[in-house]
C-alpha cells in the first residue's frame, strides 16, 4: 500500500473527523460541547460501546487471517468480545441503555453475532493489507485548488487488495439493515474512499459488514463504489460544514436523538 499514514502526521495542523464531521450536521450545539469545550460526557450511547466491542473481534478475526492464514475459534472471538463488553461497562462513563436492553441482552447479541459472521464469514477477499489503519489525507477545495487547513483523520478498519484493485471495508453494528439509499449516500463512505484515492489506492472499492441487532441477529455484507463527483460532494460538505464552525455556529438541533444526548442536561439547563 502506498499509503504511509504514521509519517504524514503533523501535531501542530488541526484536522477533523467523519465523526466531528457527523456531530456538528446532527446538532452544533452537541459539536460545540464535544469538540470545542471538550466537556465530559454525561454518559455513552449502548450503541457506540457495542459497536466497539464488535471491532475488537473482528480486528481479531481478521489479524489471524493476515498473520495465520487462519480463522480463530468461535469461542475465542466470543471471549474477545465479552472482555472489551466487561471493559466498557467498567468505564467510569456509565453506558446509558435504551428502555429494550440491557447490559446482559446486548451481551448475548454480541456473542450470536459472532456465530453469524462466522457462518457468512466473507471469502476471496484478496490479501489483507490493514487492519484498523489510521490515516491522514489533505482536503483541496475544488473552487481554489487549494489544499485547506485542516486534515482529514480517519481509521480504515480493513483494506485489502485483490487484482490490483484496493478495497476499504467498514465494520458496522446496527438495528437494522442498509437500505441502497442509506449505503449508496453515507458520507463516511465516500470521504474514506476520498481518502484512500488521495493516498494511493486508485479507485478503492467499498465494502461494509454490517452485524444488526435484531432479535435474531442478522450480517449484510454489501458493496458500493464511488466516484470523482461523490468525492467533490463530500469535500463541498466538510468545507461547509468547517466554515460554519469557524462562523460561530452552535445553536441546538432538538430531535429523537436528545434523549441519548451526552450533554442533554448541560443544554436542557441552559
Ligand atoms: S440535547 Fe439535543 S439539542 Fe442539546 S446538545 Fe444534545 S442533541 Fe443537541
Not at 138 to 163: A, H
Not at 213 to 228: D, G
Amino acid at each position: 500500500m502506498n499509503a504511509q499514514p504514521a509519517t504524514k502526521i503533523q501535531e501542530e495542523r488541526p484536522y477533523f473527523s467523519h465523526s466531528s464531521i457527523s456531530t456538528f450536521r446532527r446538532c452544533p450545539r452537541q459539536y460545540f460541547y464535544k469538540y470545542a469545550l471538550c466537556l465530559p460526557e454525561e454518559h455513552r450511547s449502548s450503541a457506540l460501546a457495542f459497536g466497539s466491542s464488535t471491532h475488537a473481534w473482528l480486528a481479531k478475526y481478521f489479524r489471524q487471517r493476515k498473520d495465520r492464514g487462519s480463522v480463530p475459534e468461535a469461542q475465542e472471538l466470543k471471549d474477545c468480545f465479552v472482555d472489551s463488553w466487561n471493559f466498557e461497562l467498567d468505564n467510569p462513563v456509565p453506558v446509558l441503555f435504551s428502555e429494550k436492553e440491557t447490559a446482559d441482552s446486548l451481551k448475548d447479541t454480541g456473542v450470536k453475532l459472532v456465530d453469524v459472521f462466522l457462518q457468512n464469514q466473507p471469502k476471496d477477499i484478496g490479501k489483507i493489507i490493514a487492519i484498523e489503519e489510521k490515516f491522514l489525507a489533505d482536503i483541496t477545495d475544488p473552487g481554489t485548488g487549494e489544499v485547506i487547513e485542516e486534515e482529514f483523520l480517519g481509521y480504515w478498519d480493513l483494506v485489502t487488495e485483490k487484482d490490483k484493485v484496493f478495497t476499504i471495508w467498514e465494520h458496522k453494528t446496527g438495528a437494522r439493515r442498509y437500505s441502497t439509499s442509506q449505503l449508496e449516500n453515507m458520507l463516511q463512505l465516500s470521504g474514506y474512499g476520498y481518502a484512500g484515492h488521495s493516498l494511493g489506492l486508485g479507485q478503492p472499492s467499498l465494502k461494509v459488514n454490517l452485524l444488526i441487532k435484531t432479535k435474531t441477529p442478522q450480517y449484510q455484507h454489501l458493496s458500493t463504489t464511488r466516484n470523482e463527483a461523490d468525492y467533490r460532494d463530500f469535500i463541498q460538505t466538510v468545507i461547509g460544514v468547517l466554515a460554519s464552525i469557524k462562523a460561530g455556529a452552535d445553536y441546538p438541533v432538538r430531535d429523537w436523538w436528545c434523549q441519548g444526548c451526552s450533554y442533554a442536561a448541560k443544554c436542557t439547563a441552559g
